[in-house]
């Protein structure tokens, strides 16, 4: 038996326009059922259930294919069910899943040294590019993008409090970071993600927190002051709504930070990784602004969790045996597939055609303000495979997202697709996005 899927007001015109009625059979509407009776409903989900993926697709209970291009978030950079992630998984899960911290395993260590490296040679960090020494910066490993945060921020405490007492200086404890930022949902990360609808409801919050605007050159010296013991910014806020920090600006942080002693950070959770064509955004850019710490997490296993702080020798020394840990963090199965997923990132081959990809889309999402030009702002948003439509009248993209998703596309405002998506699914995201603006 199959009923008619019960979908709100502008969805429901778009379906009966234009898209076959999807239907929920009775096992699909028990796991709904069971979602909302078990289930903390803390997200409004349409009503399907995934059950599988290949490569940039997924599939719903009832067999509706959908063109996955917001990758789980920035997350399934090689795509849905990549072989290579699955023998890795299976192989490592049946060796060595877990060992707890107190003890070394095989993969930590030689992921923590690909990630270092790979910064050595690309250039990002402070290195400068085909740097090669041994050590020169430390990886701790977390399970998530909040923890990873979480974890540079207390890092950063516990530098300025160092160096608060190497100068003789009563108090270096506040953090500074910027609206529109997004760092997690954990009562730290949370404190520095200044959007009111996620802070609100729990505060009060950290105390000692300063909010600025990106790219506000004039206002930097009276941010951060000699209180502030760490700067967290987004080199690209993606939840923000893909705002790009400008080097400029970049550098004259950086340069703030080094003249009061502030920890910078960067949290390239959602921008890192090679989304953008380099392991890290702000591999690109002068070294005058690279930050102390860099935070990462979605793509590093393709989906398993993990998550990473990576930073500078200089302000690693602070963090001695008990002064920070985790349970699962840096295990072996996390590790393993990280480290499988990391190598075939950094494969020349990957690198080509993201750059390809990435010119393909420019192209092709420069067509849409020309055609929309009461509708989006003139310029598309962000770099290489994480871009952004800005739209005019704020109500329009939330109808936009519903209409292209009952249209078999997900997420075409923010465009974080899988990192090895092909020009025609590139394609298939582009029409069905400016068939909706259309649609609008
Ligand atoms: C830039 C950024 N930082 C932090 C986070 C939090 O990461 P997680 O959801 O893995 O805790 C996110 C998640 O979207 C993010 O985009």
Known sequence: MHRTLRVPGLARRALSSSAATPSITPKTQALLDLSENYLLPVYARPSFVLSHG?????????????LD???GIAVNALGHADQGVVETLAKQAGKLLHTSNVYHNEWAPQLAALLVQLTQREGGLGFTPNTSVVGGAKVFFSNSGTEANEGALKIARKVGKDRAKDAGVDSKTRIVCFEGGFHGRSMGALSVTTNPKYQAPFAPLLPGIDVGTLNDLAGLEKLVTGETCAVIVEPIQGEGGINVASTEWLVALRKRCDAVGAVLIFDEIQCGLYRTGTLWAHSTLP????????????????????????LRDGVAATMTAGTHGTTFGGSPLACAIGHHVLSRLAEAKTGQQIAATNVYLNKRLAELPT????????TIRGRGLIRGLGFLDPTHPGIVVDLARTKGVFNVLRLVPSLNVNLPEVDTAIDVLGECIGDL
């Open 287 to 310: 070294v005058e602004c690279h930050p102390d710490i860099v935070t990462m997490a979605k793509p590093l296993a393709n989906g398993y969790p993990i998550g990473a702080v990576l």
């Open 371 to 378: 055609r929309f030009p009461g509708v989006l702002e003139p």
């Open 69 to 71: 291009f917001s990758a």
């Open 54 to 66: 290949v490569g940039s697709y997924v599939y719903d209970t009832s067999g509706k294919r959908y």
